[in-house]
Nanobody, 125 residues
Framework: QVQLVESGGGLVQAGGSLRLSCAAS????????MGWFRQAPGKEREFVAA????????YYADFAQGRFTISRDNAKNTVYLQMNSLKPEDTAVYYC??????????????????WGQGTQVTVSS
């Protein structure tokens, strides 16, 4: 059974940091690109960051560049999102997703095969 379980969300003040984790099981994690997406109330789900299966390629949304860092540990079947200098507009549910792809990762939601249930991130001003 495929599972992606996010953790690490919570309430943080503006300027603070959070580290999200996504633990994967039920599929060959090292064969998948991994992505983080987010969805704020009343808005569409949007791309945050993605990483290739071997960590060679990482891509970020413009708003994430320089503040967020995606990484993965294939030995632990886990992908991370380190978020620094958080802003109130970063408030959203954050989802991790898996894309079976031994190539540079993709940014669009339709490319991803598996999704987690999400973790809430709330940034207060």
């Amino acid at each position: 059974q495929v599972q992606l379980v996010e953790s690490g969300g919570g309430l943080v003040q503006a300027g603070g940091s959070l580290r999200l984790s996504c633990a994967a099981s039920g599929f060959l994690f090292s064969n998948y690109a991994m992505g983080w997406f987010r969805q704020a109330p009343g808005k569409e789900r949007e791309f945050v960051a993605a990483i290739s299966w071997n960590s060679v390629y990482t891509y970020y949304a413009d708003f994430a560049q320089g503040r967020f860092t995606i990484s993965r540990d294939n030995a632990k079947n886990t992908v991370y999102l380190q978020m620094n200098s958080l802003k109130p507009e970063d408030t959203a549910v954050y989802y991790c997703a898996a894309d079976q792809r031994l190539a540079p990762p993709r940014r669009w939601t339709d490319a991803y095969d598996y999704w987690g249930q999400g973790t809430q991130v709330t940034v207060s001003s």
